[in-house]
């Protein structure tokens, strides 16, 4: 081996020490500049460019195994997953059929409040590339991107609820900030009493967090929460979580509240990108001052 | 039987570039693969591995600079902030350079403890960067330097038995 028999002192250049403080000096620089302002993202676009073949192959292995699972499946477990689904057809069919009534119901209600109608969303299939790599994030990559009209802010869910908000869009990938996320807010309703409130998500755990709630607050445990609508992000009424547990300390002055997310993010591989932000009527004034009245921040602290 | 040992006047066929960058690129591709829940804190880092490889074995080749430099496609790929793997693999390189003749002489278990807090300095130099920025650190993400550490004998089996000349070439 050439390097073992001699150390050449002179012209191998800078010595380790120096090159570290280099690489450590432009690596904190680099990690300022990303963290306070959002200057590299074009520098990120044309990286992830370069990387998506590899990104590409790295989730081969996973693909495969899924469509070799589906080939193995038993007979018997298709037949007993297509009366489930069935049966299962036939529930969502009649509330379905209430569904419409109610909406109609809903409508002539509204025209007669004279309040703006509720627009439809317009949604977008999406499959998940693959999740979080780095344990202290709560984040997936889809696989589409600002190709297909993906933007950033767009919510994204899947069939029992939210799972997250897009939050950087590649050209054929997208960036989803999962709603556990510690740095992600959602404003919420209780379903059952219309209670409004912000849920956080807990970072570390697969749980979501009330924060800020009076001991006094009117909750139970199974509580559903939907989302409000008020920051205008996302649409009201999707599910979001479930109240898990409720901690009352008189000693503190708010509750602690523990939720679970409604969707199942590692259930899934395929998720819906809700498009109905531009469509978003225009808020009766009624509701914004209720917004108004609400102090916290409705958006989450990324942008 | 304990493996190939560098400091027994093994030949071992100098290492091109191709190889070195392949290596690291089959690591990335390891990182990549979806580990999800406990396993993702399971997961060795290979990249971290393989870099630690070279910088031990080609120092003059591998330095901190190509480190910095994968780290910078790692946090592209991970969606982390620029220049945290950075960071954390420049420190591992250091590491790796400075006990680069330490490592040489000893045997492959030994190289294990010599290797582990090399590994445990870039994972807690990560750590510290999220820390610093978000307030918080997942603990059970440090069992991925140790499950590294562990991982450190194997890998460095099979990098070097691929790099020693077939018996059919050597006429």
Redo the contacts between chains.
């Keep these: 081996?050439e390097?073992?028999q001699s150390f050449r002192f002179f012209n191998?250049g800078p010595s380790?020490?120096v090159?570290?403080v280099f690489?450590?000096a432009?690596?904190?620089?680099?990690?300022f500049?990303?963290?306070r302002f959002k200057y590299?993202e074009s520098?990120?676009t044309v990286?992830?460019i370069v990387?998506y073949p590899?990104?590409k192959?790295?989730?081969v292995?996973?693909s495969l195994w899924q469509s070799a699972d589906t080939f193995f499946t038993l007979q018997g477990n298709l037949i007993r997953e297509n009366a489930e689904l069935r049966h299962q057809h036939e529930v969502d069919a009649v509330k379905l059929q209430e569904l419409q009534a109610l909406q109609a119901e809903n409508q002539s209600l509204r025209q007669l409040l004279a309040v703006q109608q509720r627009t439809g969303y317009v949604t977008q299939m999406a499959e998940i590339v693959?999740?979080?790599?780095?344990?202290?994030?709560r984040?997936l990559?889809l696989d589409k991107g600002s190709q297909a009209g993906v933007q950033a802010g767009q919510v994204v869910m899947d069939d029992t609820g939210i799972v997250g908000q897009i939050t950087?869009v590649y050209p054929w990938l997208s960036?989803v900030t999962l709603i556990t996320d510690?740095?992600h807010a959602v404003p919420v309703q209780v379903l059952r009493t219309g209670l409004r409130s912000i849920i956080f998500g807990s970072?570390?755990t697969s749980e979501l967090a009330l924060r800020y709630m009076p001991v006094s607050a009117d909750l139970q445990n199974d509580d559903v929460l939907v989302t409000s609508g008020i920051d205008g992000t996302y649409p009201p009424g999707l599910p979001v979580a479930k109240v898990n547990s409720i901690e009352r300390d008189p000693a503190y002055p708010f509750a602690r509240v523990q939720c679970m997310p409604l969707a199942g993010v590692?259930k899934q591989r395929h998720l819906l990108i809700l498009s109905s932000q531009a469509k978003l009527p225009e808020r009766p004034a009624p509701v914004v001052e209720a917004a108004a009245e609400s102090p916290k921040k409705g958006k989450r602290k990324k942008p | 039987m304990s493996g190939p040992l560098p400091h027994n006047q093994e030949f071992l066929l100098p290492a091109s570039n191709l190889f070195i960058a392949l290596s690291v690129l089959a690591a990335l591709l390891l990182n990549w693969l979806p580990w999800e829940g406990i396993w993702l804190a399971l997961r060795p880092d290979f990249v971290a591995l393989v870099i630690l490889y070279w910088c031990v074995y080609k120092p003059y080749r591998v330095g901190i600079g190509t480190a910095w430099a994968v780290g910078i496609f790692a946090d592209v790929a991970n969606a982390s902030l620029f220049g945290q793997h950075a960071l954390a693999y420049a420190v591992l390189a250091f590491g790796g350079i400075i006990l680069h003749r330490r490592i040489q002489m000893l045997d492959l278990r030994q190289q294990t403890l010599q290797v582990f807090p090399v590994l445990l300095a870039a994972y807690a130099v990560f750590a510290a960067v999220h820390w610093q920025l978000h307030g918080y650190v997942a603990w059970e993400y440090f069992i991925g330097s140790v499950l590294s550490a562990l991982l450190w004998v194997p890998l460095s089996m099979l990098l070097q038995a691929l790099r020693r000349p077939r018996v059919e070439s050597e006429l």
């Design positions: 081996m390097h073992t191998r380790p020490v090159r570290l690489f450590a432009l690596s904190l620089l680099l990690l500049v990303d963290a590299l520098t990120r990286l992830s990387l590899l990104q192959l790295a989730s292995p996973g693959y999740v979080e790599r780095d344990i202290f994030k984040k990559f950087r960036e510690k740095d970072g570390d590692s």
